[in-house]
């Protein structure tokens, strides 16, 4: 390439968007354009006459606040621009930009040298011409410099700044002070610090600047499918209006004279709905076409800053590209705006059904009473007020007005809503959350959002506190040796507790006072009470028995299942199906009402781990694995779909544990961690939401929970043989 060529090149890129000209002193905004310092301080002081605190980049219309100093000095400086003005200067006989740096005189420059890598004036060429060392280096005249002198001359290594350091390339980066430095800094101002080569650097951090350009890119492409979606839309919703105009003046002008004024009246409105639906289309397009402007401005520079490879100006720039990149990729993406459809109606008597109807209310000056001021709780029926107002801000009522509210909770699922229209400009709406967390509320009025819609509500959840205790370690009533499980009667409230090494089963009041006993052959490993108020217990040995007992404690039968190898623990479905985890075989088995069809057998993908204890709600089974410290769900036909929690000490994770396993009325999951020593919640998907610790579980181990019809908690301690109530 002819070095005119390379400079007239040179000269396009560094020119200043604002005045047209090579840029001065150049600075960057953070939408990563550079302009001349004078003309960003001149575009602010023009902003600021009109009484604006910011103003928008000339090239992507980003805005970005004035400085209170209402200069832009501090704003980076470009490195890439910088060496295109010095390479400029080179080509303009006019401009003195390039000193001599091998003497003090400050002589203009009329050489460089390629190996000292300094320009010289014509007294220091000719000493370094003279000494035996430096003869033979290769030089070359600035007013006869090629192309290929002035690309070398814009890749020359970067020089250190610091006093008596001038002669110091800068080949370290300090990763504490997040600077390019020389040999001579890192022993006298960097010497504990951390340090690492450049390029090591430059391949680290171009890592992180190419992610983020690739996505970029990848939003350039979707956007611009957006643009054409909406475009597609926009010439439809044309040609449809257009079609049923013509629909309409076809049929008008089959009638007599006394219809062509109606004619004319509607043309007008279909004329109105034209106008009014491609001014949404247009500024929908015009909201989409500027952001794909912007990510595509972004990428051309960050992807010119990756092809160039200096690597002072990736590091320079690296944390500005991150950071718009960053700003882009998190822009609410616009929704299109699908037109509504437009149909011309026409039955004989045309006063009565052909009509476009016109609400004067504007969505604009609607608003949402109430919706602040209230403290909202899950299960607890909750209500905020629309009020429509036409466009001077007054109340007004009409009873087409459309009023759309869409309320989403955290799992992102519709919450039913009821609106209740008062005829007066006003709507009761009534809302009653089922779930703990940020709900998204978004209100139409007429198919457009409310004035600041969306938000977001937060729902705070039911906490329980800590009632009683009751029990001790002993043999006697009311007191128990190791607890192996415990269930609470819907019917009656009688908490059944499988007191192991004591043989028995202990039948006692919801306030924990003892009502009777059940005498074992064995040790109860776990007890669940059925619909009917019926005691199943389950006894292993050689028979793997299951015992039922009426509600009066009357031994009914015993069912000797085949399918059973090592039961070890049992619930019961809201449908009467018996829910066993097999230590044996190490599955999960249901067995009919009865107990005596095996309806189910599955176990978790990895299949060596044993199951706890299992619960089935809403058509998905919960199962413990104190082993792998999770609690593994899947679905109704037994296919695994998802762990909750891992192994660890923090907020959802679980150590020694979990164990005992329920599902409140708030939907929400209760599982024992023993390792922890508390209990955790967790919403149905895993998330979690809270915990229960403290004194209560201080020295003990809360091994297994339920729930009475009041909506109680029972725990039961089997380190410590006692037995927690939390209301």
């Known amino acids: 390439m002819d070095v005119q060529q390379l400079f007239k090149i040179f000269k396009k890129e560094a020119e200043c968007p604002l005045c047209i000209e090579t840029v001065k002193n150049p600075k960057t905004l953070p939408c990563l354009h550079s302009f001349c310092l004078e003309c960003l301080d001149r575009h602010a002081n023009f902003a600021r006459r009109q009484l604006k605190a910011t103003i928008k980049c000339p090239v992507c219309q980003t805005s970005f606040q004035i400085p209170e100093t209402d200069t832009f000095e501090n704003l980076p400086s470009s490195f890439h621009l910088n060496r295109l003005v010095d390479a400029l200067a080179l080509e303009d006989g006019s401009v003195q930009s390039q000193r001599c740096n091998n003497c003090d005189e400050n002589n203009t420059a009329t050489c460089y040298c390629f190996v000292c890598q300094d320009f010289l004036c014509a007294s220091c060429f000719e000493a370094h011409q003279r000494l035996k060392a430096s003869r033979g280096h290769r030089n070359v005249s600035i007013d006869k410099l090629q192309a290929q002198d002035v690309q070398e001359l814009i890749h020359r290594p970067v020089m250190c700044s610091q006093q008596y350091h001038e002669d110091q390339p800068l080949e370290f980066y300090c990763e504490d002070c997040k600077v390019l430095i020389c040999h001579k800094c890192t022993v006298v101002s960097h010497d504990r610090h951390a340090k690492t080569d450049t390029q090591k650097a430059v391949q680290e951090q171009k890592m992180q600047m190419s ?27 044309k040609i449809e209006i257009l079609n049923e105009e013509k629909k309409m003046t076809d049929t008008v002008e089959k009638l007599i004279r006394d219809l062509r004024e109606h004619e004319k009246k509607m043309k007008d409105k279909f004329r109105e709905i034209y106008e009014a639906e491609q001014k949404h289309h247009a500024t929908r397009l015009e909201n989409f076409e500027l952001v794909a402007t912007q990510l595509k401005s972004c990428f051309e520079r960050c992807q010119s800053i990756l092809e160039r490879n200096f690597s002072v100006e990736i590091l320079q720039t690296n944390h500005a590209i991150l950071g718009r990149c960053n700003e882009l990729l998190n822009v609410r993406n616009p929704d299109l705006y699908m037109s509504p459809r437009i149909h011309y109606l026409m039955e004989k008597k045309l006063d009565l059904m052909d009509r476009v109807v016109v609400a004067k209310t504007d969505p604009s000056k609607c608003l949402a009473e109430g919706q ?18 036409d466009s001077e801000g007054f109340q007004c009522y009409r009873q087409d007005d459309k009023i759309k509210v869409d309320m989403l909770t955290p799992e992102g699922d519709q919450l039913k809503t009821d609106i209740k229209d008062t005829k007066d400009g006003k709507y009761t709406v009534t809302y009653t959350p089922q779930c703990a967390g940020q709900h998204r509320v978004e209100i139409f009025v007429n198919g457009q959002p409310l004035t600041g819609s969306p938000w977001i509500v937060q729902v705070h959840q039911h906490q329980y506190q800590f009632a009683f205790q009751f ?13 192996f499980d415990i269930d609470v009667s819907e019917k009656t409230g009688t908490i059944a507790v499988a007191d192991g090494r004591n043989r028995r089963i202990q039948l006692l009041s919801s306030e924990g006072k003892f009502r009777r006993e059940i005498r074992l052959d064995g040790m109860p490993f776990s007890v669940a009470f059925t619909d009917s108020g019926d005691l199943l217990t389950l006894v292993p040995g050689s028979d793997n028995m299951l015992y039922l007992f009426s509600k009066e404690s009357h031994f009914i039968k015993h069912i000797n299942d085949k399918h059973l190898e090592r039961p070890g623990h049992l619930s019961i479905a809201s449908d009467g199906r018996i829910i066993i985890t097999d230590y044996g075989d190490k599955k999960i088995k249901v067995l009919s009402s ?9 176990s978790a993908p990895d299949g060596d781990k044993s199951p706890e204890c299992a619960i089935y709600d809403q058509d998905k ?21 998802q762990d909750i929690g891992c192994k660890g000490s923090n907020d959802g994770q679980f150590n020694n544990g979990p164990n005992g396993l329920v599902i409140d009325k708030y939907n929400r999951l209760i599982v024992c961690d023993v390792g922890n020593h508390k209990l955790q919640l967790f919403t149905l998907s895993g998330k979690f939401l809270s915990k229960i610790d403290g004194q209560y579980f201080v020295n003990g181990f809360p091994c297994y929970v339920a729930i009475n019809s009041g909506g109680s908690l029972i725990v039961a301690d089997a380190e410590n043989s006692r037995i927690s109530v939390f209301h």
């Open 471 to 483: 029990g001790s370690q002993g043999k006697e009533r009311g007191e128990f040796d190791d607890i």
């Open 372 to 389: 602040d001021s209230k403290e909202v709780k899950e299960r607890k029926e909750t209500y905020f007020v629309i009020v429509t107002k």
């Open 211 to 237: 992610d983020a350009v690739a996505k970029v890119k990848a939003e350039i492409v979707r956007y611009e499918s957006e643009i054409k979606k909406q475009t597609d839309l926009k010439n439809k919703n």
């Open 621 to 641: 089974f919960f199962v413990s694995y104190y082993s792998a410290a999770c609690v593994k769900v899947f679905d109704k036909t037994g296919v695994y779909l």
């Open 594 to 602: 009865e107990g005596n069809v095996l309806l189910q057998s599955f």
